[in-house]
């Protein structure tokens, strides 16, 4: 009981840096050791430096370039799809809320059960390919932006719309210069997570339904056998979702302190 | 994550537990009936589209083919299959996380460390890991209970260092000048305060990481509904391909409602 | 309220806490001798409290006043064993204090009632962390439940409650640890008003049957001089107790005394007092030129 309360002193991030990356190098490091001295078989894990040197044969590669240009246009494609369809959604719950308060716990839920599990029935009508990919990377990406647009529409001060017509706004002025710029600070995590979730969509449906790009590959290569493919594609995946995520995040600040 | 916790939020009841009167209550009543009304639409819709095309099975014959697979049996393998793997894959992911989630939600330092990290790895879709276990396990149970864990580690592990950061300073103070030791604060203030915000977690874990089953089998598995979904289409036998997708989507849809509930209790008490 | 400390004390108390060895200072009461208290900040540090030092004699309500941001409720902490000084200590009837203590306890401004918990097992709360049987501590907390006037809301929730029964459950929770001394850290600080006013005069009825020491942190002058034997009024940051003002009024202290012109004169002592340290304070901050 000497120490009491919690005058610990706030360590800058320079060490957390420090720590994190310690960390998985040192990982990195314990399954190359692993996998050198065959503690873990080539079959499960190649030692991560066969991996790497995989990546980067296989990046200059056209093949790589078709699967990269795949998969990124199709998650684009359905963030934008799915983005404007928020957004209509988010403005019209918020004009009728009676519609909104109807539809409100329906979208909720569809938060925590994706509509990822409808995939057989997309695949029933679409068929295999880029359009039921689409359809469910889009309506994933729609959800969280059009909650977040109602609800940021909805948080609005009162006081807003009243100085605006006070002002003698025209409808245009009134949602342009007063509605958009109140709700952004809600609407743009909206976007960012409605891009996150067109990510996950899109690379989790291609890894079961689509004939080619990144997350395809993955169990393409596995199904083939090519163990080291396979892990060089699911690094990439992952370091494409990371990226996306680490700097939307960063823009999203980054918006949120302008905005303050 | 952190971003947009309030519209995750599930709209909260009114926090003291009054009958609404008057007109209020007539809205209520009319919104509930409304709500009500949109799974009666999205019947009323499936039914005017089945006809016009064979591929979309009608919702009569997909509730019949639903209810003889119950009958005849059909059904039992898959599901004992699909539902032991997510039981016990839950069950590991929630021990692993919660405890993991617990200390990252009380130690600032190991939040520093780890949050960053973890918070990296949202957007990547769990399910390309499924080759690596099938490389570990051989396709099969093991493999598929393995995916069903990770899938329900990483919303649990979030929801729980969030809440348990949140614990209120004052109870925390109230704790310690009570000279309360670390597992009385905990059993008694921590968990307590912090379980509403659990069973959010766990609510979203357990929905995700059946789905992320399902789409397992689907990719390799020796049972599950997930296999029988990927056979029905191959054979195409859409009945039973659209009969299974529903029960998934009851099965998803009660389990979530159960949590929810219980959830709601822990919150209101 | 009479003996529980008794067994409180015998069945589970620490050792490591009460170091009667280093029972240096002298004299009943809680000794505050040249506490200085240091907080470290992302760059560098910040000295709260300098060389305060006083006495709460035993059975004494003092008040403790002073500019917002200055360290009250640091050194209320620093008493309940929550924060440790750089320099100088706290005894307590003779022994340093280094952790929070069996007779000590605290009332929180903010709403430390455990949401899921009744009114009863709130106020049970600390002889349950105590130990204490389950039908031993409901039979004791029944009886401090009568004493702060919340006779029938034994089987609420906190939330069916409003702020100022909140703390009454709050402050029935330190009482039935029996301490001897009770620390409150601006208790009503959340309150209104008119709830204010009368639940200090619940608090003093409630005194006068315990007379426990009390040391109460407030920036309320009226509530202050209202409720206490002796206003302390501390400096601006880094804060030391600059003052000690002996409050001659009659008890009980009744709605008539604040009409009283010594009531008078002894709020505008103390808000002169403080209006220097305030205007500093404020300066420091950058708030007044």
Not at chain 1, 225 to 235: E, K, P, R, T
Not at chain 2, 124 to 152: D, K, Q
Not at chain 2, 231 to 241: D, K, N, P, T, V
Not at chain 3, 52 to 62: K, M
């Amino acid at each position: 009981m000497t120490t009491i309360g919690r005058s610990r002193v706030k360590s800058g991030p320079a060490w957390t840096h420090a720590a994190q990356a310690g960390l998985i190098v040192g990982l990195v490091a314990l399954l190359e050791t692993a996998t050198q001295t065959g503690l873990i078989s080539p079959m499960v894990l190649p030692p991560p430096s066969d991996i790497g040197v995989r990546l980067a044969e296989i990046v200059p590669t056209a093949a790589f370039a078709q699967d990269l240009t795949t998969t990124v246009s199709t998650v684009l494609i359905a963030f934008v799809v799915g983005a404007i369809l928020g957004l209509a959604l988010g403005i019209g719950f918020w004009r009728f809320p009676f519609v909104g308060a109807v539809f409100e716990p329906y979208l909720v839920s569809m938060y925590s059960m994706p509509t990822l599990v409808l995939y057989p029935i997309l695949l029933a009508i679409l068929g295999v390919g880029a359009a039921p990919i689409v359809v469910i990377a889009a309506s994933m990406a729609m959800i969280p932006v059009a909650l977040n647009t109602m609800v940021g529409l909805r948080a609005i001060n009162p006081s807003l719309p009243k100085l605006a017509k006070s002002l003698n706004c025209t409808r245009v002025q009134l949602y342009w210069k007063i509605l958009a710029p109140a709700a952004t600070p809600l609407i743009v995590p909206g976007l960012v997570l409605g891009f996150i979730y067109a990510v996950i969509g899109t690379i989790a449906m291609e890894f079961i339904l689509a004939p080619n790009g990144v997350g395809f590959r993955i169990g393409y290569f596995y199904r083939s056998f090519d163990i080291v493919d396979m892990y060089a594609y699911i690094l990439v995946a992952s370091i494409i979702a990371i990226t996306a995520n680490v700097l939307l995040n960063r823009l999203e600040r980054r918006i949120r302190q302008d905005m303050q | 994550m952190t971003v947009t916790t309030s519209a995750t939020e599930p709209p909260r009841a009114a926090g003291i537990h009054e009958e609404p009167q008057g007109p209020e209550r007539a809205k209520r009543r009319r919104l509930q009936a409304a709500r009500m009304a949109v799974p009666i639409g999205f019947l009323a819709l499936w039914l005017t589209v089945s006809p016009l095309t064979e591929l979309v099975s009608a919702p009569f014959a997909t509730i019949a083919e639903l209810a003889d697979g119950f009958l005849s049996g059909w059904i039992y393998e898959g599901l004992v299959a699909t539902a032991s793997a997510v039981l016990m894959g839950f069950l590991l992911g929630t021990a692993a996380a919660f405890p993991i989630g617990y200390l990252l939600g009380r130690s600032t330092g190991l939040r520093r460390i780890f949050d960053p990290l973890i918070a990296g790895t949202f957007a990547v879709p769990r399910i390309i890991l499924y080759p690596v276990l099938l490389a570990v396990f051989g396709v099969g149970l093991e493999a598929e209970t393995g995916m069903v864990a990770i899938s329900a580690f990483f919303p649990i592990l979030m929801a729980t260092t969030a809440s348990v950061k949140q614990v209120s300073e004052s109870l925390l103070k109230l704790g310690r000048s009570l000279r309360a030791s670390r597992l009385q604060t905990a059993a008694k203030i921590v968990i307590p305060d912090a379980a509403p915000g659990i069973m959010v977690g766990i609510r979203i874990g357990f929905s995700i990481s059946f789905i992320a089953a399902i789409i397992a089998e689907f990719f390799a598995a020796k049972d599950g509904l997930g296999l029988m979904i990927s056979e029905a289409y191959a054979s195409l036998e859409l009945a039973r391909m659209y009969a299974i997708v529903l029960l998934i989507l009851v099965i998803a849809s009660v389990g979530n409602l159960v949590l929810w509930w219980l959830e709601r209790r822990l919150r209101h008490g | 309220m009479t003996g529980p400390a008794k067994t409180l004390r015998s069945d589970t108390e620490e050792p490591t806490v009460v170091d009667t060895t280093a029972a240096t200072a002298t004299g009943s009461g809680v000794v505050l001798d040249g506490v200085q208290v240091v907080y470290p900040t992302s760059d560098g540090s910040i000295e709260a409290v300098r060389h305060a030092s006083g006495t709460v004699s035993d059975g004494r309500f003092v008040s403790l006043i002073g500019p917002s941001g200055c360290g009250k409720s640091t050194l209320l902490d620093v008493v309940g064993g929550l924060l440790a000084t750089a320099k100088g200590s706290v005894s307590i009837n003779g022994e340093t204090v280094r952790g929070p203590r069996r007779d000590t306890a605290m009332v929180f401004q903010e709403d430390s009632t455990l949401h899921w918990r009744t009114v009863l097992s709130n106020v049970a709360f600390g002889l349950e962390i105590a130990g204490v049987s389950k039908k031993e501590r409901e039979a004791r907390a029944r009886d401090v439940i009568n004493l702060v006037g919340l006779a029938g809301f034994e089987d609420r929730h906190p939330r069916e409650l409003s702020g100022g029964m909140k703390q009454r459950v709050a402050i029935a929770r330190a009482l039935l640890l029996d301490p001897r001394i009770l620390l409150m850290d601006e208790p009503f600080g959340a309150l209104d008003q008119q709830t204010r006013m009368f639940i200090g005069r619940e608090l003093l009825r409630v005194w006068d049957e315990t007379r426990k020491s009390v040391l109460f942190v407030t920036h309320d002058i009226q509530e202050a001089v209202y409720l206490s034997d002796e206003v302390w009024v501390m400096s601006a940051r880094p804060s030391t107790i600059k003052s000690v003002i002996t409050v001659d009024l009659d008890r009980p202290r009744v709605a008539g005394t604040m009409a009283d012109p010594r009531f008078h004169e002894l709020t505008t002592e103390v808000w002169e007092l403080l209006r220097v340290e305030s205007e500093k304070a404020l300066q420091y901050r950058g708030e007044l030129p």
